[in-house]
């Protein structure tokens, strides 16, 4: 099946910028997104992005896409201690009809 | 919209029991997802639904393992008879359509299996 792969962990500290990467094998993806969980809680979506793009802002987030790589980035701008939490990527596309495949999501730290 | 709704929160049953997890989308949402999560395999997909019609259900692990979708606003995951090796965060998502995967997720029920 496809695959998508992420570190860990990171850690950083407040008031630094935060770049979790993620790769993925799907060459028919067509939307890729970000997922922020917090301790007990489900998965909130922060962000998504149309494969057709290679970036998009929102607020301190910036998402990065490299197609011809098939990475995907999301930078975090002066990361809060709020932030922390686990972070997954995750990827659809038609040939899966539409279901998402998630990353094993990066547990972010935010240190005072 | 109060969102996707799981109900029980927590769930701690004896091995061999029936354990039914609940699941209320979003109204309007006609895709529903139940995933598994932890921490030695991360989110499976399990199975999901479009307008309320199982469509893929080869992440349900075993027969134990069963999901119903009766109608659009109420769908159920069923283990029977549960194990030990069941305990895990199960997770309902669902999307407006079947074309837009903007997935919401529903707070989680945290099963545990003694």
Known sequence: GEDVEQSLFLSVREGDSSVINCTYTDSSSTYLYWYKQE???GLQLLTYI???????QDQRLTVLLNKKDKHLSLRIADTQTGDSAIYFCAETSTDAGNMLTFGGGTRLMVKP | D???IQSPRHE????GQEVTLRC???SGHNSLFWYRQTMMRGLELLIYFNNNV??????MPEDRFSAKMPNASFST????PSEPRDSAVYFCASTPSALNTEAFFGQGT?????
Do not use: H, Y
Not at chain 2, 54 to 59: A, F, T, V
Not at chain 2, 110 to 114: F, H, I, K
């Open chain 2, 2 to 4: 109060a969102g996707v």
């Open chain 2, 54 to 59: 199982p469509i893929d259900d080869s992440g």
């Open chain 2, 24 to 26: 209320k989308p979003i």
């Open chain 2, 110 to 114: 945290r099963l545990t299996v003694v």
């Open chain 1, 39 to 41: 301790p007990g809680a």
């Open chain 1, 50 to 56: 149309f494969s057709n793009m290679d970036m998009k």
């Open chain 2, 77 to 80: 995951l069923k283990i029977q």
């Open chain 2, 12 to 15: 701690v049953t004896e091995m």
